[in-house]
């Protein structure tokens, strides 16, 4: 166990509708990253948040965006779902100035 | 931009002997972290090893080593004595100064009894 959560475990919306997936990071993790899985890659890094604002970015439109709190939660809104966002998206939380991430189980989005 | 290569989609190893795995990445960075992660079926990603690109010796973790050559941009893995529950996706990574991480596509390993 890594200490890092995520909610819901599955998902299934419709195209068009737009999601919310949450992340609990372990306590006084300051940096948190999310990060898109498809079915049998391997993950690509969507954006980083580190106190609340976010400090880097992958190449994912703005449509994905973010949000972290001072609790050591965060949520990864995604509007204007497509079909190609179906995938498993995990979240990490690191400790600033540290490199190593730990990892929540993911969420299963499925966009039918 | 960084890019992380794993040329072994898939790979099998019997119980108790010794595997490698291979990754190569591209970079034209001096300062980074490489890393190896096991994604076991219940899919939480743990992290199996780690390494500093500015040190020179190979990290070690137990029964888990890398064989790091910064020339060649290489940086595998090697499982000995390998167990049933070695059996998972394995993930190379490359961690940028600026704390981007990268993944090569992954590496299915399969421990036979």
């Known amino acids: 166990e890594t200490g890092v959560t995520q909610s819901p475990t599955h998902l299934i919306k419709t195209r068009g509708q737009q999601v919310t997936l949450r992340c609990s990071s372990q306590?006084?993790?300051?940096?948190v990253s999310w990060y898109q899985q498809a079915l049998g890659q391997g993950p690509q890094f969507i954006f980083q948040?580190?106190?609340?604002?976010?400090?880097g970015r992958g190449n994912f439109p703005p449509r994905f965006s973010g949000l972290q709190f001072p609790n050591y939660s965060s949520e990864l809104n995604v509007n204007a779902l497509e079909l190609d966002d179906s995938a498993l998206y995990l979240c990490?939380?690191?400790?600033?100035?540290?490199?190593?991430?730990?990892f929540g189980p993911g969420t299963r989005l499925t966009v039918t | 931009a960084q890019t992380v290569t794993q040329s072994q989609p898939e790979m099998s190893v019997q119980e108790a002997e010794t595997v490698t795995l291979s990754c190569t990445y591209d970079?034209?960075?001096?300062?980074?972290?490489l890393f190896w992660y096991k994604q076991p079926p219940s899919r939480q990603m743990i992290l199996v090893i780690r390494?500093?690109?500015?040190?020179?010796q190979n990290a070690t973790e137990n029964r888990f080593s890398v064989n790091f050559q910064k020339a060649a941009k290489s940086f595998s893995l090697k499982i000995s004595d390998s167990q049933l529950g070695d059996t998972a996706m394995y993930f190379c990574?490359?961690?940028?100064?600026?704390?981007?991480?990268?993944f090569g596509a992954g590496t299915r390993l399969t421990v036979k009894p």
């Open positions: 990490a939380s690191s400790l600033e100035g540290t490199d190593e991430q730990y």
């Open positions: 306590s006084g993790h300051n940096t």
């Open positions: 948040y580190y106190r609340e604002e976010e400090n």
């Open positions: 970079t034209s960075e001096s300062n980074y972290y």
């Open positions: 390494q500093e690109a500015y040190k020179q």
């Open positions: 990574a490359f961690m940028s100064a600026s704390g981007d991480m990268r």
